[in-house]
């Protein structure tokens, strides 16, 4: 069995700051893990994927996460927030490389203050 | 080229109602999905298919029904409208295999029971 959790259902950071979005996993097979965002109104669009090989994954729009296996976290990072990213993130967990049967965490909801 | 095309958007029923929601792809995926958001819950499977003929119960399969009768589409049937079944519902599809995992996401159906 996978699940994912996702610390902090709302963030609030100012323009320009870092960006630093918690998710945790756990799972009973080596994970292939995910980072989604919505856009209001919007289907869910891939961010950045970890399958194998680096840890540190870059993903688009200047985000990156690392995937720690001791810690069983894949936290999302982007050094400095535009008002673009104003939307909702998802962490997701596969027990397949290919993607698919996600397990998804609660979401959190990225507000940017000018 | 379309990707994962969903109608309706938006739907209202009555309690008691059956309707099916339709998904549609063009990408020559094996692999489709129905998933369901509801606030603070992320996105759960409720149904999924590995190819024409085959479909398997996810996590919250209850009134529900699907079937796959061609690769491109898996329309997703209700059977007996609740107001639980009140939500956001989004329609992706994957290769069951290859060197690029990524899951597309339909622009979802948002589906109010009254």
């Known amino acids: 069995a996978q699940s994912v959790t996702q610390l902090g259902s709302h963030v609030s950071v100012s323009e320009g700051a870092l960006v630093l979005l918690r998710c945790n996993y756990s799972?009973?097979?080596?994970?292939?893990l995910f980072w989604y965002v919505q856009y209001p109104n919007q289907g869910l669009q891939l961010l950045l994927k970890?399958?194998?090989?680096?840890?540190l994954v870059k993903g688009i729009n200047g985000f990156e996460a690392e995937f720690k296996k001791s810690e069983t976290s894949f936290h999302l990072t982007k050094p400095s927030a535009h008002m673009s990213d104003a939307a909702e993130y998802f962490c997701?967990?596969?027990?397949?490389?290919?993607?698919?049967?996600?397990?998804f965490g609660g979401g959190t909801r990225v507000l940017v203050k000018p | 080229n379309a990707g994962v095309t969903q109608t309706p958007k938006f739907q209202v029923l009555k309690t008691g109602q059956s309707m099916t929601l339709q998904c549609a792809q063009d990408m020559n995926h094996e692999y489709m999905s129905w998933y369901r958001q509801d606030p603070g819950m992320g996105l759960r499977l409720i149904h999924y298919s590995v190819g024409a003929g085959i479909t398997d119960q996810g996590e919250v399969p209850n009134g529900y029904n699907v079937s796959r009768s061609t690769t491109e589409d898996f329309p997703l049937r209700l059977l007996s409208a609740a107001p639980s079944q009140t939500s956001v519902y989004f329609c992706?599809?994957?290769?069951?295999?290859?060197?690029?995992?990524?899951?597309?996401f339909g622009q979802g159906t948002r589906l109010t029971v009254v």
């Open positions: 970890y399958t194998t090989g680096a840890t």
């Open positions: 992706a599809s994957s290769y069951l295999t290859g060197a690029s995992p990524q899951a597309f």
């Open positions: 997701a967990v596969s027990a397949q490389a290919a993607g698919n049967k996600l397990t």
């Open positions: 799972s009973s097979v080596p994970p292939y």
